[in-house]
């Protein structure tokens, strides 16, 4: 029994870099390795020996901050492994949009019957990304609004150094809302689609994965966590976000705090004006500054979340309770005996 | 795991190497009734049983023979083998068709006064008006199916041939098979198995109860040497080199015909389950068991393992029954998908009408079978049944409400059509899980699955 947990355990890491699928696949993270070499010897004017050594850098991938990425990494995986159905929600959501949709326009529809089914698999494709790009950009924006949500958010932020592998440096609280994400997004364009065009939708894919997620990989993604201060040219960057965009959304410096939330699209930060273009020669430090003490101690990536969100429930449900313990619903002598307790902090 | 798999990996080698070598057949048994004097020597039976699924056959076609004159001539003749016994029957279905050459042409053939109505489910059934019981519900759809022409009212959406025909198998053969046979029969003292089924009888209580569940089962009892597809063909008079496995030229009713429910479970097990041959193969281990105690009692623990194989079969025919009512939920989908388009685009609904009455009445037939089975379905029988509704919703919106003291229809209701599909999803659903569905034929929700399957899992963790 153990022996296949720990080959299916083996497997699921082994599989993040196997599966073009995920983020970490070996060819993504090849062809960021190639544009980072090319960029650096091109505008860069470094010699290719020495690119490739400042790219492999051991201060950079053993740092205290790249191993606490690995860690977190190989927990994730046993956690989220465990304890998360990954697509229980999807089907749940996507039943539910497609069968509200009969009650709504009474039936079925079939709409644009004479399309062909390629236009439709397209569309389709186009407007699951768009979707998802969208739902990125919110939950990550009210992952650093709500003071709940930033406690767990952090943790991606705690980086002080950015490598592909900080990608996955991410809370497990974190994860199940972006589990829900996912479920959303994903049953909600299903369900609508499915109900409006049958059987003639699909995803247009490239190796098994969505095919715009597939050119936003292969053309770099990996290089967002990464400390090449690769930018686009400004009109570009006006519409896709460009790897030293990201970076500075990891900045340290509160002039760039709360900038460039989105993922592959840059209309939604414009759009909500949290949009920041990259700088020249930019020179950042990540991380979230001094105010906390041990970024990279399992303590502060898994537990002090925890405290932190417990402290936030605490503090509003006291305010709660105190209102809804105010005299005269409560005997007096109660609620000074409720008082008593609950203003011992 | 891996041990589970090398034996399946065996198992299917033996199966290949040995083919159809290996496939049993349900009888000929031996005779292990003590001091028995007779010349039999095949203690297998279960001719009352082939008899029945002849009736039903044969009942079934009456149903759509009305041509809206001859109500009187048809009703009667369906009592005839509905309810009576009389000599002379002659089995409308199944006939020989081309070179499918059926070797029996009347019921007395198989085995003589038999009728469905004395086997008929006793109890009250909660999917049709009036808490009528079952044998009241067959004599009523008779009644009505007599006038109706066709077999079809399209007033009411109802097609009886499907109706009677389906709720028949529910009432008569899965409650005689689940509820008497593999259930209070198995009891020690009833039917015992040291003694003949009756006086001079050639065969045990316990052997010839346990054939009468699997004769009405309704397998050919070669079924172990077919796939699902070639059994299901048997029915549908496909290959007579299929069925004919005695290689005397003919398709024996008896021996060789594959009936009802076991035509349903090959049905299902075309989309990858095995239901006809779980099911078989514990009618025939039980056989076995029953067989090699040689004319003694039964222990208890060989009644244990009795009531095991039974438990297989319940669990499983319920599943065929389940599996069917989704598919034809699935159909009725589909058909009110259709009959939306032509009104929409203001053609003639007749035919799509029709379809959607035909599958509409296997639907509601299957559900009341399941209701048939003699266990209470709680929750979800009430849901079922209120999903489903007493009729099919008409175009108008309104379906059958209920019957009235005279015996006629009430219509009533005003339901969206697109509300009536959404029933269907819910009904679908509540199958699947209520039953643990795998064959899931005409599911109406998996276009939603196999997308969600196309887009895999990503990986929770990717922060952005
Ligand atoms: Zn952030
Ligand atoms: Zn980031």
């Known amino acids: ?345 | 795991m891996t041990l589970k798999n090398c034996l399946v990996l065996a198992a299917a080698g033996l199966l290949a190497i040995s083919g159809p070598a290996l496939a049993e057949s349900y009888g000929p048994f031996p005779v292990t009734v003590k001091g028995y004097g007779g010349d039999k020597s095949d203690s297998t039976s279960y001719t009352g049983q082939a008899a029945r699924q002849v009736l039903h056959n044969s009942l079934k076609k009456l149903a759509g023979m009305g041509d809206g004159s001859n109500a009187a001539e048809i009703k009667s003749q369906m009592m005839a083998y509905y309810a009576g016994k009389e000599e002379g029957r002659a089995i409308l279905d199944p006939k020989s068709k081309d070179d499918f050459v059926v070797l029996q042409t009347e019921v007395d053939q198989i085995s003589k006064g038999k009728d469905l109505k004395g086997k008929t489910y006793k109890g009250v059934v909660n999917g049709w008006p009036r808490k009528m019981t079952g044998s009241e519900v067959i004599e009523f759809m008779i009644d009505k199916a007599a006038t109706a022409k066709g077999g079809f009212d399209p007033l009411t959406g109802y097609d009886y041939p499907q109706l009677i025909s389906k709720f028949a198998m529910g009432a008569v053969f899965y409650n005689q098979a689940v509820d008497n046979y593999l259930d209070e029969k198995l009891a020690a003292n009833n039917k015992p198995n040291n003694k003949p089924y009756s006086e001079g009888k050639h065969y045990t209580g316990k052997e010839h109860s346990w054939d009468e569940g699997f004769g009405y089962f309704g397998a050919p009892a070669h079924a172990l040497s077919l796939d699902a597809k070639q059994a299901y063909g048997i029915a549908k008079k496909k290959d007579i080199g299929v069925a004919d496995y005695n290689k005397d030229g003919k398709v024996d009713l008896y021996r060789e015909m594959t009936y009802a429910h076991a035509y349903y479970a090959a049905d299902a097990d075309k989309s990858g389950t095995n239901y006809l041959h779980t099911i078989f193969r514990a009618f025939l281990d039980g056989r076995k068991l029953i067989t090699a105690a040689e004319g003694e009692a039964l222990s208890d623990a060989q009644r244990a393992q009795l009531i095991g194989y039974a438990d297989t079969i319940k669990t499983n025919w319920e599943q065929v029954i389940a599996e069917a009512a989704f598919k034809y939920a699935g159909s009725v989908y589909k058909d009110l998908e259709k009959l939306q388009t032509i009104v929409e685009s203001g053609g003639d609904a007749n035919d799509a009408f029709r379809a959607y009455g035909k599958h509409w009445g296997e639907l509601k037939g299957f559900a009341m079978a399941l209701e048939a089975g003699g266990k209470d379905l709680g929750e979800v029988g009430v849901r079922m049944n209120r999903l489903i509704g007493y009729g099919p919703v008409l175009l108008g919106g309104g379906q059958v409400i209920g019957i009235d003291a005279s015996g006629d229809y009430v219509i009533g209701g005003n339901q969206d059509m697109g509300n009536y599909m959404v029933h269907m999803l819910k009904l679908q659903k509540l199958l699947a899980e209520a039953y643990s569905l795998s064959a899931r034929k005409n599911d109406a929700t998996a276009e939603l699955e196999n997308l969600i399957e196309s887009l895999g899992e990503s990986l929770a963790t990717e922060n952005d």
């Open chain 1, 1 to 345: 029994m153990f022996e296949l947990t720990a080959q299916n355990l083996l497997a699921d890491w082994a599989g993040q870099f196997l599966d073009p699928r995920k983020r970490l696949f070996w060819g993504y993270l090849g062809s960021a390795f190639l544009i980072a070499l090319i960029w650096m010897v091109l505008l860069g004017r470094e010699r290719p020996v020495s690119a490739c050594r400042k790219l492999l850098a051991r201060d950079l991938w053993c740092s205290a901050s790249a191993r606490a990425d690995y860690a977190v990494f190989l927990i994730n995986t046993i956690l989220m492994g465990s304890i998360v159905p990954r697509l229980l929600g999807h089907a749940a959501v996507a039943v539910f949009c497609f069968s509200l949709l009969h009650d709504l326009f009474d039936g079925r529809a079939s709409l644009l019957p004479d399309a062909p089914a390629w236009a439709i698999a397209a569309g389709f494709t186009l407007v699951l990304f768009v979707v998802d790009d969208l739902a990125r950009y919110v939950v990550h924006r009210l992952m650093h609004a709500v003071p709940l949500l930033w406690a767990f958010h952090k943790v991606h932020h705690s980086a002080t150094r950015l490598n592909p592998l900080t990608v996955l440096r991410t809370h497990p609280v974190e994860g199940i809302l972006f589990v829900l994400r996912g479920a959303l997004v994903q049953g909600l364009c299903i369900g609508i689609f499915v109900y409006g065009f049958g059987d003639r939708v699909s995803l247009v894919m490239v190796l098994g994965a969505n095919a715009f997620k597939f050119v936003f990989n292969a053309l770099g993604a990996n290089l967002r966590h990464s400390e090449v201060p690769i930018r686009y040219w400004s009109w570009l960057e006006n519409f896709l976000l460009s790897p030293a965009q990201h970076q500075i959304h990891h900045s340290e410096n509160p002039r760039h705090h709360d900038r460039n939330f989105g993922v592959v699209l840059a209309c939604w930060d414009r759009l909500f004006g949290t949009y920041c273009h990259s700088e020249p020669n930019q020179e950042l430090r990540y991380g979230l500054g001094p105010a906390v003490a041990d970024p990279h101690s399992l303590y502060t990536l898994y537990l002090l979340p925890f405290r932190e969100g417990v402290g936030f429930l605490h503090r509003i449900f006291i305010r709660r309770w105190r209102r809804q313990l105010t005299p005269p619903l409560v005997p007096t002598d109660q609620y000074q005996s409720n008082r008593a307790i609950y203003e011992i902090d």
